[in-house]
Every structure is written in structure tokens, then in C-alpha cells.
């Protein structure tokens, strides 16, 4: 299995403040690295595929970086709606393992 | 639109099994596989298995310990997943997605159905 480490787990910004969340595979995966955006009671939204693909609809503020191991989510100036649980997974081979979240809260 | 409608909460003892359905509707089912993906209360995302709509081939993660089961039924449009000899910490809303067909990412989700295990 592919082990997936996501940090930080926890993560203080402010509007406007530009964060990156990183997360690294336990061995190659190439870019078979999705990022997740998830809010309470909410089922998660798929943001960015295949490392660094922007799915239709998300805003140009989010990009995503890296090949291999290790892997970026950037949002580039932060929203309020922006608030809320990201994490990474990755779709090499199964289980394809999600990393154990970060938790952008308002500073 | 495309949209994955799941079967309402279910209330479970523990040794029992539960049955929950991915309704899809808005795309030609057979040419998406559907994921199924579970949130223990409070926790992050475990990635359950995964069935290709079109030749019923599966996938499941071992921490099931073969206890789970992926079905479809394409005169409906809908999958289902068994998951036999609850536990209590099986208790989880478990969520249906399908897969992109691109690189395995979840394009579409479903809304959740809480499972709860309790005596």
C-alpha cells in the first residue's frame, strides 16, 4: 500500500494569506495525486486531479504542484469559503489512500 | 447534471449487515466506475473499494477483511455495497463517487449515508 503523509494537520491563515499544504507518498506515484476540499456535513469536492489538473468550476486560486513523491496544494489568496478540511489521495494503485487531512481554520 | 443519490441512514446491531445504495442518473452509467469511500465520526476519508460498472470487476481495500461487497444493477443505474459483520467502528457515513475515468480521481460524490453500529 501507499502510505501518504499530509501536513500541516492543522493550519491558521487569514483572508487574503496565500497556503500551501504539502503531501508526500510513501514511494513514486508519478502524478496520480488528487486534492480534495471538504466541509462540514458536506460530502468532499474534487479540486485538482492528476497533480495538478484543475477540475472544472474551482477557482484559479487553487493549484497543485509536484510528481513522484511529494506534492503541493496552493491557494494563492485565501476566501472565506475557503475555509474548511483538504486532503490529498492518491490514485497510483489500491487502496488508493487519502493523507489524513489539514484543517484550514481562521486565524 | 450529473448526481449519485444514496440510500437514507440505517441503524445497525453489531454481527448484522447493512446494504446501501449509489443511485447515478444525468450520464451513461456504464462508463464510470463507482468508488465507495467511508468517514468514521470526526476522522479523515478511507477508501473502501471501487467497481467497474461496465464488467463488475472489484476492488476492495484488506482492512475489510473481505467483508464487503460491490454489486450493480445497470437496469437501474445504481451500485450497491454490502458491508456484513458489523463492528462499532464500522460506524461512518460512507459515501458513493465516480471515478473520472482520467487518473482515479472522484469527479462526483454522493450525499452520505450514515451508518451507525450500536447494541
Known amino acids: 500500500d501507499v502510505q501518504m503523509t499530509q501536513s500541516p494537520s492543522s493550519l491558521y491563515a487569514s483572508v487574503g494569506d496565500r497556503v500551501t499544504i504539502t503531501c508526500r507518498a510513501g514511494?513514486?506515484?508519478?502524478?496520480?495525486l488528487n486534492w480534495y476540499q471538504q466541509k462540514p456535513g458536506e460530502a468532499p469536492k474534487l479540486l485538482i486531479y492528476?497533480?495538478?489538473s484543475l477540475e472544472s468550476g474551482v477557482p484559479s486560486r487553487f493549484s497543485g504542484g509536484g510528481s513522484g513523491t511529494d506534492f503541493t496544494l496552493t491557494i494563492s489568496s485565501l476566501q472565506p469559503e475557503d475555509f474548511a478540511s483538504y486532503y490529498c489521495?492518491?490514485?497510483?494503485?489500491?487502496?488508493?489512500?487519502f493523507g489524513q487531512g489539514t484543517k484550514l481554520e481562521i486565524k | 447534471q450529473v448526481q449519485l443519490v444514496q440510500s437514507g441512514a440505517e441503524v445497525k446491531k453489531p454481527g448484522a449487515s447493512v446494504k446501501v445504495s449509489c443511485k447515478a442518473s444525468?450520464?451513461?452509467?456504464?462508463?464510470?466506475?463507482i468508488a465507495w469511500v467511508r468517514q468514521a465520526p470526526g476522522q479523515g476519508l478511507e477508501w473502501m473499494g471501487w467497481?467497474?460498472?461496465?464488467?463488475?470487476?472489484?476492488e476492495y481495500a484488506q482492512t475489510l477483511q473481505g467483508r464487503a461487497t460491490l454489486t450493480t444493477d445497470t437496469s437501474a443505474s445504481t451500485v450497491y455495497m454490502e458491508l456484513r459483520s458489523l463492528r462499532s467502528d464500522d460506524t461512518a457515513v460512507y459515501y458513493c463517487?465516480?471515478?473520472?475515468?482520467?487518473?482515479?480521481?472522484?469527479?462526483?460524490w454522493g450525499q452520505g449515508t450514515l451508518v451507525t453500529v450500536s447494541s
Open positions: 444525468g450520464y451513461s452509467f456504464t462508463r464510470y466506475g
Open positions: 514511494q513514486s506515484i508519478s502524478t496520480f
Open positions: 463517487a465516480r471515478d473520472g475515468n482520467r487518473m482515479g480521481d472522484f469527479d462526483y
Open positions: 467497481v467497474s460498472t461496465y464488467k463488475g470487476k472489484t
Open positions: 489521495q492518491e490514485s497510483f494503485s489500491p487502496p488508493h489512500t
Open positions: 492528476a497533480a495538478s
